[in-house]
């Protein structure tokens, strides 16, 4: 099935289907329907190219191929010209439309040369400097990789040491008339040499007071090199990953328990996807973990792991001020516990406040005068148990939304979905073992996380995009009875932001897709009913949708998202820092995001944002560079 298609409208179509929206107090025109989201939306990359299938190399890799062997070849020539500094000779080994990708290794940034000239740019830049020894085939072990039948190419995986850091590689080879080139090649610091990791402390007691005591003395005298504003999952990790590398750090947490972030959501609530990929760093998840965590046990979780781990949290607190001065010495005014004020002076602050702003509900004409019902944002919604025998009104088809329509079809109270624009929705069958299939238990054993996160975080966006289009269509296929029952009840779908399914939206937008945890089955059985358009209007006693349809409604929850996390950032540190802050999210012109994890615009500031596999992974980078500034040894990042 194709893309769902927007046609172009009669010009008299077009006038008469013009309307008034107000939004935050002031009124937008805008015409109806409209594509949900632009392809360059929040995405500004600009170097895609085609996969290099068989057909275009000209080649297939031979099925008695020995891939050890190979790859124990371009190992040593990668250490060879690595090790010696030869950019050409580095540069000589890839595809045309080859890509290298590093994190902290060479750049100590985030960042991708993509095709040859930007490669060999980078690499006489920095591989001069910044000499490889020690390299070195690494786990998981080199594979023939045939995702699909007209695509082949060798998978390995390298160590090897810097003069600072031990760093891995993850590549990608093709074979080619000219023998194998590097399709991608993704470089990570691993372990800093000179600073590694803390060994474990010995535990005997033999102070004065008990553990908790101690543990809360420890805590209320704190003097943190880094404050963490936000103690949901990524202010979690970035703590434990600091403390295991000897950094004071601190967490800044408003609510009054640690996990209430994910305690509080509604009751229904359990993450979408299964666990496999959601480990925290140093602490897993228990064995026999439900495959699908509830989102209030995950919020337990939370707090056990600080308690585990030691973590330094002040909760019930909040950021009163923050100064920066002309040098980007911080200092941090905190209201601790509601019962006083207390002046950090750290070295870095960072945002960890998630990747959502705060709630978005429209303002609608007619809205404070409207009698007929209430109305509340997702997040103020816990439960539609009060709401049996009444009418509800879901805005709005992210998760959320369809969450909230599944909990009140579930105990058959009358609800309608109301769609604006199409969305992207997946079977939950088809989806996992596409996406995350690699991180699943294998008759009840764990793989290595950190040698599938290897693999699974090394994918550059270029390539990534072209398989994530491919991906797209075949969960379409996979996923046809699903998707036909859909339309056949008037709920609209389509492929994605460029055609990627949720591949791009998540990179960018941060939702605007479903993976089906049981409201599509109660769309197509008619009990979640489907209303195209949006609310007009409000009267007295009626909601007015697009088109004049008058309804009544006793519950209306917007499910229409949240603001960007700037707006999280103006109101903990205030305008001035917020005004300098990049854009937060999305991807550059390179393929990499935008703030997240490296420089933020403002010195000395940092976003640690993104969903669970995204916490455990580029937290201990984040982790690994400011121990490396706060001790001296960083270099300035890679510009050019």
Not at 10 to 19: E, H, P, R
Not at 240 to 263: C, F, S, T, Y
Not at 499 to 506: A, K, M, P, S, Y
Not at 517 to 532: H, L, R, S, T
């Amino acid at each position: 099935m194709a893309p769902t298609a927007t046609a172009v409208p009669d010009v008299s179509d077009v006038i008469a289907d013009l309307k008034a929206k107000v939004v935050n107090g002031h009124v937008e025109v805008e015409q109806t329907p409209k594509p949900p989201i632009a392809d360059n939306y929040m995405y500004d990359f600009k170097y895609n190219h085609a996969l290099p299938t068989i057909d275009a190399l000209g080649l297939d890799i031979p099925a008695n191929v020995d891939a050890e062997k190979e790859a124990q070849a371009l190992t040593t020539r990668l250490g060879e010209v690595l090790g010696s500094g030869d950019a050409q000779g580095f540069t000589d080994m890839f595809l045309d439309y080859g890509v290298w990708r590093d994190k902290l290794a060479f750049t100590w940034d985030y960042r991708t040369f993509n095709f040859r000239e930007n490669i060999e740019r980078a690499a006489t830049d920095l591989l001069p400097s910044t000499l490889v020894n020690n390299m070195r085939l690494f786990t998981p072990a080199p594979s023939i990789q045939r995702p699909y039948p007209d695509l082949a190419y060798l998978q390995f995986c390298v160590s090897f040491d810097t003069p600072l850091v031990n760093a891995s590689a993850a590549i990608n080879a093709v074979q080619t008339a000219d023998g194998w080139k590097l399709w991608t090649v993704h470089t990570v610091a691993e372990n800093l040499l000179q600073f590694p990791e803390l060994d474990p402390r010995d535990g005997h007691m033999t102070g004065p007071i008990s553990w908790e005591k101690q543990r809360e003395q420890d805590d209320d005298s704190i003097e943190p090199d880094v404050v963490i504003v936000g103690g949901g999952q990524n202010g979690l990790a970035l703590a434990a990953r600091l403390k295991a590398l000897g950094v004071p750090n601190l967490i800044i947490e408003r609510a009054a328990i640690i996990g209430d972030v994910w305690r509080n959501r509604y009751e229904y609530l359990s993450l979408h996807f299964p666990h496999w990929a959601d480990h925290f760093p140093y602490f897993p998840y228990p064995e026999h973990w439900p495959t699908y965590t509830p989102a209030q046990k995950l919020g337990h979780f939370m707090e056990w792991y600080a308690s585990a781990m030691e973590l330094a949290v002040w909760t019930s607190s909040s950021v009163v001020k923050a100064d920066q001065d002309a040098q980007g010495n911080w200092t941090v005014q905190v209201n601790k516990g509601g019962k006083e004020t207390r002046t950090l002076k750290p070295k870095h602050v960072v945002m960890a406040t998630s990747l959502c702003g705060v709630p978005m509900t429209p303002v609608i004409p007619g809205m404070s005068e409207w009698k007929g019902g209430v109305y509340r944002h997702s997040t103020a919604h816990d439960s539609s148990r009060d709401w049996v025998g009444k009418k509800v009104l879901v805005v709005g088809t992210s998760s959320s939304g369809f969450d909230t329509a599944y909990d009140c079809a579930r105990r058959d109270i009358d609800v309608t979905i109301l769609q604006r624009s199409p969305a992207y929705v997946m079977s939950l069958t088809h989806s996992v073992p596409r996406a995350i299939g690699s991180y699943e238990p294998k008759n009840g054993v764990r793989p290595n996380i950190e040698d599938v996160d290897r693999l699974a975080f090394a994918m550059p966006v270029g390539p990534g995009e072209e398989l994530g289009r491919r991906n797209a269509e075949v969960l379409e296929n996979l996923d046809k009875d699903l998707l036909d029952g859909l339309h056949a009840r008037g709920f609209k779908t389509w492929r994605g932001q460029r055609g990627t399914g949720n591949g791009t939206l998540g990179q960018t937008r941060n939702g605007g897709f479903y993976f089906e945890a049981g409201a599509c089955e109660q769309i197509i059985n008619g009990k979640i009913k489907v209303e195209q358009g949006y609310i007009e209007k409000f009267t007295e006693d009626k909601v007015v949708l697009s088109g004049g349809r008058e309804k009544e409604y006793d519950l209306i929850v917007f499910a229409t998202g949240f603001s960007n996390t700037i707006d999280s950032v103006r109101a903990t540190l205030g305008d001035d820092i917020a005004d300098r802050c990049g854009p937060i999210w999305g991807v550059d012109e390179e393929g990499e995001f935008k703030s997240a994890y490296k420089d933020s615009g403002v010195p000395n500031l940092w976003m640690m944002v993104g969903y669970l596999p995204y916490t455990r992974y580029h937290s201990k980078r984040v982790a690994l560079r400011l121990k490396a500034l706060l001790e001296g040894v960083s270099p300035a990042p890679y510009t050019a």
